[in-house]
């Protein structure tokens, strides 16, 4: 049976998928001469016909759908829009949260700082974010969350988590980049394949 849904950990330095490639800083699908050497260019050499469904910030590590041709795509990519697929990331943030919480905070685009998003009561999308406490370490006062998007807006995970006072490590633009990464990992995909009906459970371990 040919496959028709490609399923791609992707790790800082490397993206995987029947085989390995180096793929350092790339952009998901790339904007620009300079992102031309992008994560969907590398998946092509090996599945021409692959195409993004979903995107990833540059920086975060995790899992990445991609269908193989047009009807594919439009199919996966309805089930992420019509928020089908259930998504769970790793975090470590700074400070200590609570042990579970709601971030209901409006995002738009800032449009003078691009590419940060902000909070904007005023104009900004409805964006939900549900957090759970995973563990605190005291010595350095950073906490490792597991985080569900509700919504999908554009960096809203972090702009959620710097608005409570928790931005996570490593991000440079709503923190103080204090790591030698962004740690957020896409490390849970759910959903049901849009051929078969199976139900994907897929998983992969924060490389933090």
Known sequence: MTTVVLILE?????????????????????RGADKQDCLASRVQIEFPDALVVHRLDMGTSGLIVFGRGAVMQR?????????????????VVEGKPEA?????L?????WPNRPKQKVD???GKPS????RLL????ATNTSRLELEPVTGRTHQLRVHLAAIGHPIL???????????RLLLHACRLSFAHPLSGEVLELFCVPPF
């Open 170 to 180: 490593g991000d440079a633009l709503y923190g103080q980049g204090a790591a030698e």
């Open 100 to 104: 579970t919480g709601e971030i209901n």
């Open 10 to 30: 992707t790790s800082v330095g490397r993206c995987s998928s029947l085989r390995h490639a180096r793929c350092a800083g790339c952009s998901v699908p790339g």
């Open 75 to 91: 199919q996966l990519s309805r089930l992420f829009r019509e928020r089908r697929v259930a998504k769970r990331y790793v975090a």
């Open 128 to 131: 939900l974010t549900r957090y």
């Open 121 to 123: 009561a005023s104009s």
């Open 106 to 110: 409006p995002l738009a685009a800032d």
């Open 135 to 138: 563990a605190h370490d005291t």
